[in-house]
């Protein structure tokens, strides 16, 4: 994958100077305005919705949403754990 957004000028790769075994990878102008393109008008209706939220309610939601990925969590390890 890396190597496909690096030929198209998404991505470019950095050999990292302290550890010559690490590649770091960074986002060009390119891939910054094609990623800003695709997630930008999605992002702009996004906050859109949530602006009709009261600060109250958006905490509720933060809550909720905590919660539900805790749960998921749970019973994601659950599906891991061996089976005996």
Do not use: C, I
């Amino acid at each position: 994958m890396l190597d496909w957004l690096e030929r198209r000028g998404f991505v470019q790769r950095e050999r990292d100077t302290v550890d010559r075994r690490k590649v770091l990878v960074w986002m060009t102008p390119e891939g910054q305005l094609f990623v800003g393109g695709m997630y930008g008008p999605l992002a702009r209706d996004g906050s859109l919705g949530l602006a009709e939220f009261t600060n109250a309610e958006l905490e509720k939601v933060l809550v909720f949403l905590g919660e539900a990925t805790e749960l998921v969590d749970r019973h994601r390890l659950r599906l891991r754990a061996p089976r005996g």
